[in-house]
Structures are given as C-alpha cells and as structure tokens.
C-alpha cells in the first residue's frame, strides 16, 4: 500500500478564532504578502483541498497564480498547479463552479458511493467523481485513495472549518500553517476554524511549535504535527534547484 500524502493544513482566522464572517461576501483575513506565501505552499504540493462549503461560498479557482512558480513546476516535470480535490456528502456543486472551469489539472470529488453515479453524469468529464463510504468520506480512506490511485504525495487542505476539524482530529495532519488576522468577527453564525473533536493535541501532549512570523498585519504560526513534518522544505531546495537552471 502507498505511504498517506503528506498533508498541510493551511488557514488564516481572526483573533476570535473565525475563519469567515457570517455575511453574504467573504471577508478577506489575510494580506498580500501572505497570500503570495500561500501560493508558494500551493506550488510545492501535489494536490490542494478545500470542502463543498468553501467551492459554493468562494468559488476559489485554486491555482497557482505565479508565473515563475508554474514555470517551476513544469520544469520539474508536474502541471502548473496542483490536482484539485473537493468532497461532498450532498453532491451539490455546479458544473460551472471556478474549481471545474480553470487550469488545465485533474480535478477530483469525493463522495459517498450513493452519490457517484448522480454526480459523474452532472459533472461529465469535469472532474473525477470517486464513491467511498456510506454516508460521509473518511479523510483517511481519502488520504489512501490519492496517494495509491491519483499519485497524490502531498495535499494541501485549505479548508473550510468542517474538513480541518476531520483532518485534525483523524491525527491526519503533517504541519499546520495558522495565520491570524488582526481582528475579531464576534458573530455566533460565522464558520469557526474548528469544530468539536477528540483532537489528539492537548493539554497534556501539546502540539510542536515550529515557527512563527510576522507578515506584514498578520502572524503566522508552523506547528509540527507528525514526525514526518519537513519533508516538503527537501523538495522546496530542489525546486530552488531547479528554479536556478531555468534561464
Ligand atoms: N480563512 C480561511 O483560511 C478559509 C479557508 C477556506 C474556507 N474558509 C471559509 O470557511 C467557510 C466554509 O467552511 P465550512 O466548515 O462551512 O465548510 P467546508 O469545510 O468548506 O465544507 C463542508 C462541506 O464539505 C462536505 N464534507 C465535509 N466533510 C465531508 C465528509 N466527511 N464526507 C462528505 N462530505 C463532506 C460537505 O458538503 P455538502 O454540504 O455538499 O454535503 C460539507 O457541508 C466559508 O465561509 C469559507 O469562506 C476560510
């Protein structure tokens, strides 16, 4: 069996801890600087994740948005930016969203196996539709089914609140990247990073604080959790490496 990808969380949350507001707009948490970092942790991953919620509300495009990052990648012989992965219980994605209609990789949704039929006829040759599980998707189940049929070895999980809480508290997760935003959104409705779970970091066995930095208005904190956690800045060298023959 193929070794789990190696998984980055990556979030940005205000003071109080919210990934969002509960407004009909998303509220912007991070700063240029640090979106440019984000798409730089995008480059070196395999795949990038977010959940249903996120795909409906942001419509993200979930690209690679650097010219000289997608030279990169294609230079050392991957796509100009990750596969996209999404899951969905409901199977209620459009066709037309931002993450079916750009860039030119493959595109993956995860569903329970009671969903796939409805949802490859919708979605045709737009994305890979993958059935796994009764009635949710276990990350872990879909941690194994990238890495032994998609080829994934790293996958980014951008959010939302939902997926992060299933990753974390699976004990899924490599490093966390938790950027926090100069502000509070202070309303009961708006998505929160995380939910309740029996996470494996507690009081008593407390998360690897590997980094911090300040970005601008915001900080961000690299936690290590796994003893796997680094094994991405290797790659980062030979991307520089490579980086330095491009002319
Ligand atoms: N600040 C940040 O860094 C950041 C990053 C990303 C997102 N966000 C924000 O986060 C909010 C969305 O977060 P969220 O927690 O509401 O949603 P989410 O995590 O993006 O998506 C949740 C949805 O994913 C599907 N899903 C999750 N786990 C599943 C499982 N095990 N099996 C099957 N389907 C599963 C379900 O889709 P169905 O409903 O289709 O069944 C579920 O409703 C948005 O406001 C977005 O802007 C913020």
Request: net charge negative; hydrophobic share 45%.
């Amino acid at each position: 069996m193929s070794e789990r990808p190696y998984v980055t969380l990556s979030c940005a949350m205000s003071i109080d801890g919210y990934l969002d507001s509960a407004e009909p707009h998303r509220l912007a948490m991070s700063n240029a600087a640090d979106l440019d970092r984000v798409d730089d942790v995008r480059a070196l991953h395999d795949a990038i994740m977010v959940g249903a919620s996120t795909v409906r509300r942001d419509n993200p495009r979930l690209l690679v948005r650097d010219a000289a990052r997608r030279a990169r990648r294609l230079a050392s012989g991957r796509r100009e930016s990750p596969a996209k992965v999404t899951v969905t219980a409901s199977g209620d994605l459009a066709p037309d969203a931002a993450f079916f209609t750009t860039g030119e990789g493959t595109r993956i949704v995860y569903c329970p196996r009671d969903r796939e039929a409805e949802l490859r006829r919708r979605l045709g040759d737009r994305a890979t539709v993958v059935g796994i599980g009764d009635d949710c998707v276990m990350m872990a189940a879909l941690l194994d089914d990238l890495a032994g049929h998609r080829g994934v070895r790293s996958l980014m999980v951008e959010g939302g609140g939902t997926v992060l809480t299933q990753f974390l508290g699976a004990d899924l997760v490599d490093e966390l990247h938790l950027v926090i935003a100069p502000f509070f959104v202070g309303e009961a409705r708006a998505p929160r990073v995380v939910g309740p779970a029996a996470f494996p970091w507690t009081a008593s066995r407390r998360a690897r604080l590997a980094d911090t930095s300040q970005i601008g208005d915001v900080v961000l904190l690299r936690y290590a959790l796994s003893d796997r956690f680094g094994m991405l800045d290797d790659q980062s060298a030979d991307a520089g490496r490579v980086a330095a023959e491009i002319p």
